[in-house]
């Protein structure tokens, strides 16, 4: 089974991992990315390719190169990208969302009452 979308480059959807990853938690700030190679090895996917994700990182300042040691998470990167992320929620995603609820009547104090029940019945 392919794991890559067909419609986006690969180098892309390996960044938006990345980013998915830092966000979450499970890469935190000053630590260490998988080697290229490592990466590569373990996709399935040319070393270039996985360069190339890279390098959108760390163009985007979201990852430093640290001389013979490899790549890192900058300090405040999730910082910048759970900022950068909600802008891009609250720009695209939920001006389409309100389209929606609104085509459906959902009231937003239903959305309200719904989510405080989701909370309290926990994850």
């Known amino acids: 089974m392919n794991p890559w979308n067909d419609t986006t480059p690969i180098y892309v959807q390996l960044r938006e991992r990345v980013v998915a990853q830092i966000l979450a ?19 399935a996917i040319n070393p270039i390719t996985v360069s ?23 300090e405040g990167a999730d910082t910048v990208l759970r900022r950068r992320e909600r802008e891009l929620f609250m720009s695209q995603e939920w001006p389409a969302m309100i389209i929606r609820m ?19 019945s926990g994850p």
């Not at 609104?102 to 405080?116: C, F, K, N, T, V």
Request: proline residues 5%.
């Open 25 to 43: 938690g499970d890469i935190r700030p000053g630590e260490a990315l998988p080697s290229v190679r490592q990466v590569a090895a373990e996709l």
């Open 102 to 120: 609104r085509s459906l009547g959902i009231d937003p104090a239903q959305l309200l009452a719904q989510l405080q029940r989701n909370e309290e």
């Open 52 to 74: 190339k994700a890279y390098q959108t990182l760390s163009d985007d300042g979201l990852v430093e190169k640290r001389r013979g040691l490899g790549l890192y998470v900058s």
